[in-house]
C-alpha cells in the first residue's frame, strides 16, 4: 500500500501517542480525541485510517488494540532496520544514545568518522570504523539507512557513496542540500533553520503560520 509521507508520518505519531493505552483490551477512542491531543482536525485523522482500511464505531470509535496492529504491520518490518550514524560529534552521538533508548525497530549497528581517536572505540556500545570503509560496511553489515550528521561539505560525497553502497535511506541533519535518485527516500533535519523559523515568528506573532 503506498502512503502519502505525511500520512505516514502521522500514523507514526498515532502509534505513539496510542501505547500507553494498549493493554486496555476493550479502549476505544473517537478521531476528535486523538486531533485534539496532536493538534489536527478530526476530517484529517478519519481520512488518515479510512486509508489504511479502518473505519471507526460511531457510537464508540476505533478499538485502540486493533489500529495499533494495523500501524503496526504497515509500519514495521519483521527483521527491523539497521541503522549507521555518519559523524559522531556532539549531535551524532546525541542522535546515537537517542535511538538506542528508543522503543523502536531501528537498531544502530555501526558509527563512522575521520577523527582517528574515534576510529576503532566503542560508543555506547556501537563500533565506530573510519568513514574511508563505509561501503565495505554497509554491505557487510547490512545497513539500511543512514543518518548524517558529519560536516555538510562532505555530506553530498558521503551520500553518493552511500547509495551506491545499496543504502535506500537518508536521514540528512547537515544544512547541505543533497541531489539523491528518486528511488532513495531522504528526509532533511535542518536545525539551525527551524530554529530560525521559529524566531522569526516570536518576532512577527501577528503573521501566523501556514
Known amino acids: 500500500?503506498?502512503?502519502?509521507?505525511?500520512?505516514?508520518?502521522?500514523?507514526i505519531k498515532y502509534r505513539r501517542l496510542l501505547e500507553s493505552y494498549k493493554e486496555a483490551e476493550s479502549m476505544f477512542i473517537f478521531s476528535h480525541q486523538l486531533a485534539h491531543m496532536l493538534n489536527l482536525t478530526p476530517v484529517q485523522v478519519r481520512?488518515?485510517?479510512?486509508?489504511?482500511?479502518?473505519?471507526?464505531?460511531?457510537?464508540?470509535?476505533?478499538?485502540?488494540?486493533?489500529?495499533?496492529?494495523?500501524?503496526?504491520?504497515?509500519?514495521?518490518?519483521?527483521?527491523g532496520f539497521n541503522v549507521a550514524v555518519v559523524g559522531l560529534g556532539n549531535l551524532g552521538s546525541a542522535v546515537l544514545r537517542f535511538i538506542?533508548?528508543?522503543?523502536?525497530?531501528?537498531?544502530?549497528?555501526?558509527?563512522?568518522?575521520?577523527?582517528?581517536?574515534?576510529i576503532n572505540d566503542a560508543s555506547h556500545g556501537i563500533p565506530c570504523y573510519n568513514v574511508s570503509k563505509i561501503s565495505y560496511f554497509?554491505?557487510?553489515?547490512?545497513?539500511?539507512?543512514?543518518?548524517?550528521?558529519s560536516s555538510s561539505v562532505t555530506a553530498q560525497e558521503v551520500a553518493n557513496e552511500v547509495i551506491s553502497a545499496g543504502v535506500t535511506g537518508i536521514m540528512n541533519f547537515t544544512s547541505a542540500h543533497l541531489d539523491v535518485p528518486d528511488r532513495i527516500y531522504?528526509?532533511?533535519?535542518?536545525?539551525?533553520?527551524?530554529?530560525?523559523?521559529?524566531?522569526?515568528?516570536?518576532?512577527?506573532p501577528l503573521q501566523g503560520k501556514s
Open 1 to 11: 500500500m503506498g502512503l502519502p509521507p505525511r500520512t505516514v508520518e502521522r500514523l
Open 47 to 79: 481520512r488518515d485510517l479510512m486509508l489504511i482500511g479502518l473505519s471507526g464505531n460511531h457510537r464508540k470509535g476505533y478499538k485502540v488494540t486493533s489500529l495499533l496492529k494495523l500501524i503496526d504491520k504497515l509500519i514495521d518490518h519483521e527483521d
Open 100 to 118: 538506542q533508548r528508543s522503543n523502536s525497530q531501528m537498531k544502530v549497528v555501526a558509527a563512522f568518522d575521520i577523527d582517528q581517536t574515534k
Open 138 to 149: 554497509i554491505q557487510k553489515m547490512k545497513i539500511d539507512i543512514i543518518i548524517l550528521t
Open 186 to 204: 531522504l528526509k532533511n533535519y535542518d536545525i539551525i533553520t527551524s530554529l530560525e523559523e521559529i524566531g522569526y515568528f516570536i518576532k512577527n
